[in-house]
């Protein structure tokens, strides 16, 4: 493993040599940072390459942690980060009697009671995440399915709850998205919807399923990688 400083955070990263002519940096689902080289390449030149795109490194990993259903814990604290519908924002905590959440600029505000009462705030962010997943997953739902209707599947259920370890899932009955996918993009959050109606048709990952899939959202794959946070 090797650490370059940029600002006040070390980027630690690996480095695997290859025959390819350019150097190519990824951030993995699991937050860590790999540089494909030449094998020409000096550790030197890698550096420097990786101090470059700190600042992408930095935010693809914030991005992705933010997003895993593994998601490190909160501190439900004044500035710190989280994301909604692909954006960042930073929390704004302001002591009130009357309790809400709302988007302001780049800010969540969140008014509650007791400012210490991190466990409280937390419940009151969840409740917003969920009733914004319901509005915005509803609408989304109704958009693809609309796109492949066509093909003789029935409106499905909408069900929403954390999951733990998938994005998405589905039953004869209907689909399940996963509450911390409302974090993604818009185009993430299709990505899952539409993989879940060809389910719908197509219950297994035949290649029959990804004929389907291919035909209606022939850019799947690019979602599918900025979802995983290796774009
Ligand atoms: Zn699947």
């Given at each position: 493993m090797h650490k370059v400083a940029y600002g006040t955070e070390d980027i630690e990263f690996k480095v695997a040599f290859s025959d390819r002519k350019t150097l190519e940096i990824s951030v993995l689902p699991d937050a860590t940072v790999e540089v494909v080289a030449p094998?020409?390449?000096?550790l030197e030149r890698i550096k420097q390459k990786v101090l470059k795109r700190g600042y992408w490194i930095l935010e693809q990993k914030r991005f992705f942690m933010s997003l895993?259903?593994?998601?490190?814990?909160?501190?439900?604290?004044?500035?710190e980060t989280h994301f909604y519908i692909g954006r960042r924002y930073r929390l704004k905590i302001i002591e009130g009697s009357a309790s809400s959440v709302k988007l302001k600029g780049k800010f969540i505000e969140v008014i509650t009671p007791?400012?210490?009462k991190t466990s409280k705030i937390k419940q009151q962010l969840h409740n917003w995440y969920k009733l914004q997943a319901k509005r915005r997953f509803e609408e989304r739902l109704k958009v693809n399915y609309n796109k492949i209707k066509v093909e003789g599947i029935a409106f499905p259920k909408l069900t929403i709850r954390v999951l733990h370890k998938r994005w998405g899932s589905c039953t004869k009955h209907g689909i399940t998205l996963n509450l911390?996918?409302?974090?993604?993009?818009v185009y993430c959050i299709d990505y899952v919807i539409m993989h879940e109606l060809c389910h719908l048709k197509v219950?297994?990952?035949s290649p029959a399923f990804y004929r389907l899939k291919e035909k209606y959202m022939v850019d799947w794959k690019e979602r599918k990688l900025v979802l995983e946070g290796v774009r």
């Open positions: 094998q020409e390449a000096n895993h259903p593994y998601e490190a814990e909160k501190e439900y604290v004044n500035g007791d400012k210490e911390n996918l409302i974090k993604a993009p219950p297994n990952h």
